[in-house]
Every structure is written in C-alpha cells, then in structure tokens.
C-alpha cells in the first residue's frame, strides 16, 4: 500500500465519528500524491504525513454560564491547535450548534494550508463552541464569552495563539472575548483579530473575505481570458463572507441574484441589495424573509435552491457540505464557468470531481477565502507596532496576496503537471512550506 492509503486508514481508524475531518485529510492527502511520491522514502522517514494530520495539541472544556431565566446552561469548548511551524496558531472561532470536535479538527487542518498559501508567518488552528449565539439577547452572548474565554486564555497568547470570528462569532463576540482576556491577563495585546476599530481592529478586516474571494475568483477568470464585468452570480450565505463578496462582485460590475440562510433564500433578478441585507442580517439580526420588504420584485423560498439558478459563477459562502453532487450537476447544465469557495469545504468531494470533469473553473476555500485570514495576520503587524493603516493601505495589501495566492498555487499546479487544477496547486502550495519548516526544525 503506498503511503497516501496507508495515512489515509490510519486517520479514520484514530479519529473514529469524525466524517468532516477524513474528508478533509482525504481531499489533501489525495491531491499530494505527486509530491509525496516524488519523495515518499524522506517523508515516511521523517513520518511526516502522520505528523501533519496529528494536532499538536486539542483542548475541550465545560463553559457554564447563567442565561436570562437564572438558568445554568453548559456548552463544550474546543480549541484546537494544529500546527505552528511557520507562525503562532491562527484560526477562528465557530460558535454553532453543530459544532463538535470533528468540525473542528478539519477547520483546523484546513487552516494550515490556508495560512501557508497566504505567504505570511502563521501556524494553523480552530475552535469554538456548540452554543448557539441566535435568540440570545446580548447578556447571554457576552456570559457565555466571559466564560469561554475564562478557560480558553491559559492557551493563548499573542505570540502564541491568536483565534479570530467565524460562523457565530463577529465583531460583538469578539469584544466581549477580548474583553475578558484583558480582565484576567491584565493585558492589553493583540491576542485576538476581527477586533473593534477602537480597540485595535483593522479597518478592512470585516470585509476581507468576501472582498479577497472577488479578488481572486476575479484573477483567476482574467488567467482564463475572461471577465468578470457583466456576468451572474449566486451566492449562498447572508453573513460575513457572502455579505462582502455580494457587494464586492457588484463592485466590479457582476449582477449577484441570490442569497440564503439556514431557512431559506433570496432570489432577486435586479440584483441583492447589500444594504437591506446588512439592515436585516447584522443590524436586525433578523430571516431573510423580511428581504421582501425591502424588495417586493424579489422571491422567497423555504429550505435550499440557490444552485439550481442559472449564473455563470457560483460563491458557497455559507458552510461545509452545502454544494453536493446534485447542485453540481444543477450548475454544469445550467452553463457554469466558475465555482469559487467562500465558506471552508463547502462544496462535497463528489461535486468538486464532478465540476472540474466538466471544465469548471473550480477555487478551493483555503485559497480562495484566505483573505480573511491574512488581513487578520496584518492586523497582528499593526498591533505589534501600534499603529493603524488606511482602509486603502490594507485593501491594497490584500488584493497583491490575493492575487498572489493565485499564481503560487497556479504554478505548482503547471509544476506537477496539473495545469488548472487549482484544488491540487493549493494543496501542494501550501503543504511544501509548511512541511519544509517541519523539516528544519526537527523532530
Ligand atoms: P456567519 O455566521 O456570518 O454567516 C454564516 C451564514 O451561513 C449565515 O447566513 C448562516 O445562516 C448560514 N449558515 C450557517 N450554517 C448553516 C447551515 N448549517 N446550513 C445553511 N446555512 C448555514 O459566518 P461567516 O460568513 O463568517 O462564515 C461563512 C463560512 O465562511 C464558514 O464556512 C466559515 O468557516 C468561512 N470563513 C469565514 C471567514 C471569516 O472571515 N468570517 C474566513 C474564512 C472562511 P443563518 O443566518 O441562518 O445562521
């Protein structure tokens, strides 16, 4: 058995019940294969395959915390620190009640490569929570912050450890998180990103990732002789990422058509209003069934549809698994050219074959959503050197590593001879850095 498979049975047999987390290792692993065979005697010595899919540490705890009735309520905490071979642990928090260690672990796993895609000098890692921030006034939220990070700050640090916001966790967990930390530590560093401008955030943080996915989705299309200007998008999501990406893609001259949430979605042909969205979303915290206010011309629909519109590009930006083999099938017939991933795996194993079988132009999440993730590393630089940089400076930043990201991994793609197959050229891209720090640093 070659070494791939045999890692490959290994990890299933380790980590038993952790279905996201097989995909993910299996997706990387499978896409390796050249190079690890290319250099499978060096690697099984120094088992290296086994050293990356084995965390370097995983820490689960009790949050306890009093809700609004007087009740106490117990959430499982996680923290998962992955590697840390090129820089301190960097990854977000996921607050959400599917959360388990599994999910985490494959956040986790992913974020290594991500952060190594991005050039900049950060480890990987992921946490979170099984709590569900949704219908919880903000005295609860910020109980159960106080809590978390009443456990979670002996494991994290600036130089160390530096967690950011995912699904469940914006720019209001983040301050109470932050907030707690300061209190027990006494102090005052860049311990956390996704930060209030005035309190150490950077400007151009919230929009990055869906700001970086258009920068490098729209690159990508250039490389491939096509413009972005004029073309149909559907997006899944209403949060962060799928927020940005929206008004980004309108930015440069697309029409976006849809959005959804966890009930259903929006379909308006004269394209998402990015204003109403933000009201209902982030000011209202309210369903995307009062999009229909704002917009009577736009339609309504309970449960999931977004991918059965026809566009030329597709942005996942919701969650894993939300893009299966159907919605692929869904998007080829209806003429697709480019699916590009927001969220982290959101699109199946079987449905990323079957698009790129069919010539889609496919970008995998840890390169294409990496924007976020990198602005987060530039508001560490500013942190550490006290001060703030324009939103022009730091966008700026971020389109020269988004486009970046592309022509690494677009090079290691033709370097292999797997030109435009960019699931592959990320994965090797990011997994030769990171396993060359390995090996100067020794066992
Ligand atoms: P948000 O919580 O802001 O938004 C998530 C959106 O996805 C919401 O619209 C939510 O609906 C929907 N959603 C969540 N879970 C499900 C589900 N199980 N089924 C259907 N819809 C769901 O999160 P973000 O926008 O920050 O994150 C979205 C994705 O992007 C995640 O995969 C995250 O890991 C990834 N990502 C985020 C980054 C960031 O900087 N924020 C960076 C890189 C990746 P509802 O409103 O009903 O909850």
Redesign the pocket.
């Known amino acids: 058995m070659g070494y791939v498979d045999e890692v490959l049975e290994k990890v299933i047999l380790k980590n038993p019940a952790e279905p996201e987390f097989h995909q993910a290792v299996k997706e990387v692993l499978e896409s390796l294969r050249p190079v690890v065979e290319a250099n499978e005697e060096k690697y099984r010595k120094e088992a290296i395959l086994e050293r990356l899919v084995e965390p370097d540490r995983q820490v689960i705890f009790r949050v306890p915390w009093v809700d609004d009735n007087g009740q106490m309520q117990v959430n499982r905490g996680f923290r998962v620190q992955f590697n840390n071979a090129i820089g301190p642990y960097k990854g977000?928090l996921?607050l959400?009640p599917?959360v388990n260690l599994g999910i985490i672990k494959f956040?986790g796993f992913e974020q290594v490569f991500k952060n190594s895609l991005t050039s900049l000098p950060i480890g990987g890692g992921k946490g979170g929570s099984d709590f569900d921030p949704?219908g919880k006034s903000d005295r609860e939220v910020m109980a159960f912050c106080q809590s978390f990070m009443t456990e979670l700050y002996k494991y994290i640090g600036k130089d160390t450890d530096v967690p950011?916001?995912?699904?469940?966790t914006?720019a209001r967990e983040i301050g109470y998180l932050f907030g707690q930390y300061k209190r027990i530590t006494g102090l005052y560093e860049g311990v956390l990103t996704?930060k209030g401008l005035s309190y150490g955030g950077s400007l151009a943080r919230t929009e990055?990732?869906g700001y970086g996915l258009l920068y490098f989705t729209k690159e990508m299309l250039a490389c491939n002789g096509i413009d972005i200007a004029g073309k149909t998008v559907v997006v899944?999501?209403?949060?962060?990422?799928?927020t940005y990406a929206i008004q980004k893609a309108q930015q440069m001259g697309a029409k976006v058509v849809t959005c959804?949430?966890?009930?259903g979605w929006v379909y308006d042909p004269d394209g998402i209003d990015v204003d109403a969205l933000i009201e209902i979303?982030q000011v209202k915290r309210a369903?995307l069934t009062e999009y229909k206010n704002y917009r009577p011309n736009s339609e309504y629909h309970e449960g999931k549809g977004v991918w059965t519109v026809k566009c030329d590009i597709a942005l996942p930006?919701?969650?894993?698994n939300?893009l299966n083999l159907d919605d692929a099938k869904a998007l080829v017939a209806n003429g697709v050219i480019a699916v590009a991933e927001?969220?982290?795996m959101?699109t199946t194993l079987e449905a990323t074959q079957y698009l790129q079988a069919n010539k889609v132009l496919f970008a995998p999440?840890k390169a294409s959503?990496a924007g976020?993730?990198a602005t987060s590393a530039l508001e560490m630089s500013q942190n550490s050197e006290r001060l703030s940089w324009t939103f022009d400076e730091v966008d700026a930043k971020l389109q020269g590593i988004m486009v970046n990201i592309f022509h690494n991994l677009d090079n290691a793609a033709k370097k292999y001879g797997y030109e435009g197959n960019y699931v592959v050229g990320a994965n090797i891209a990011g997994f030769e850095k990171v396993v060359d720090a390995m090996l100067a640093q020794g066992v």
């Open positions: 977000g996921r959400h599917s956040l949704k950011a916001g995912d699904i469940g914006g996704g990055a990732t899944s999501g209403a949060g962060n990422v799928a959804s949430d966890s009930n979303k369903r930006c919701a969650t894993q939300e927001g969220a982290n959101p999440g959503n976020g993730v």
